[in-house]
């Protein structure tokens, strides 16, 4: 079952939680759709940083989840553009390259989490639930 809203429009309480999933890995995208509608979320992806950036122009959604090494703007420059567009979006980091400094400027960015790869996805799942309560 695939419902995405690209309205951008006021949903209804019936509505699916609408998640956005930023990587550059096709395998990644396809795993984390599959996965998350799975779980009764609505899930549109994006393939760069800045196909994420139209598509928040374009939409809302609950939660975004950005890998952070991606060709053109990585994942910290796509959580900056995310959230200028929606200051309440929650957004979660995931790297491969974990540094301390990174997390620290991503937190900084409004980061709702940073979490390192391998991903493992019932935490995953628990964050993003937590991320739509928390906008909510």
């Keep these: ?3 995405v809203d690209t309205a951008g429009g006021a949903t ?4 699916l939680p609408r998640v956005l999933v930023i990587d ?13 509608e799975s779980e009764g ?3 549109q992806v994006a393939d760069s ?7 928040c122009r374009h939409g809302s959604f609950d939660v975004a989840i950005t890998d952070m090494r991606m ?7 796509t959580l900056m553009g995310l959230r200028q567009l929606d200051p309440r979006l929650p957004v ?28 493992d996805l019932d935490t995953l799942l628990r964050l993003v639930g937590a ?3 928390a906008r909510n």
């Excluded at 209804?12 to 509505?15: T, V, Y």
């Excluded at 540094?99 to 390192?116: P, V, Y």
């Design 71 to 77: 060709p053109g703007i990585d994942g910290l420059h």
């Design 49 to 55: 940083g800045e196909r994420a950036i139209e598509l």
């Design 41 to 43: 979320y609505a899930v």
């Design 92 to 119: 979660i980091v995931v790297t491969g390259y974990a540094s301390d400094d990174t997390e620290q400027r991503c937190r900084n960015a409004g980061a709702f989490e940073c979490i390192q790869k391998p991903v």
């Design 24 to 36: 550059d890995e096709r395998d990644m995208l396809e795993i984390l759709q599959d996965f998350f």
């Design 131 to 133: 991320a739509v309560q």
């Design 1 to 3: 079952m695939t419902a």
């Design 12 to 15: 209804d309480a019936l509505a």
